[in-house]
């Protein structure tokens, strides 16, 4: 059994630790282990390293060392990597940092184009007709995962020449919006609100993202486009004219 009378720990110009490990002389004598132990067997070389390190480890654990030496009689046995780089029968691993930053994007919705009614001729009852509402895309790419949505809302229909108004509620959504993934990575479209209802007056949130929810692209179309928007008109108010609003898509943080 291989054993040690000491050790010293020496410090290199660089502040690097080396320990020097003594050979019990007493078990195994000079002629044995001479200079030629470097023709003896790689088992014999392996077994003087095992005790070194063990030494070491029960011995001054908190040492890191990166090199340790075994000496006899002032004769150089072995020299073998320190705790710090080495440990017998493991493997050797070495770590690196890698940072990433993500930057925050945009939350934003597209401009909407929307088409125009065409002319009614006044038959004394309710009439409704219909125009289109161009596919427009929505994009989160905030990064925050707050949620997000998106009101369509629409100016009172008035004739400039004769400042009349149509009442609230002659402008709605009266057809579910589809809505697609424009990048497959995108949050499930499940994650999505879809409504319909009165856009003029206070406005309609027309889509709305759930927390956590919404993050990507999205095309927002209307499975039926020439009729996505509809003009109610009744009897008891419509009156004769050429009326104007203007529709306006906003894309709000928050579900």
Known sequence: MIQFQGHELRKDEFGNVEVILHLDTSRRGLEEFALELGERPASDRQQVAAAAYKYVRERIPNVKTKRIKVMMAGLLVASMLGTVLATPGSNIAHAAEST???EQG???????????????????????????????SVV???GSGAGWNIVMKATPLTDSMTNRTLPEGSLTIDTVPSIAK?????????????????IDGTGLTLLSAAENGGMGSYSISFTNAAEALSLNLKPATAKTGTYTSTITVSINSGP
């Open 100 to 102: 990433a930053t993500v």
């Open 106 to 136: 945009e939350l934003s919705v597209d401009a909407i184009t929307v088409g125009n009614f065409t002319a009614v001729t006044l038959e004394g009852v309710t009439q409704t007709v219909h125009t289109n509402i161009d596919p427009f």
């Open 140 to 142: 989160d790419a905030s």
């Open 182 to 198: 424009i990048d497959e990575n995108s949050s499930s479209i499940d994650t999505i609100t879809t409504r319909t209802g009165t």
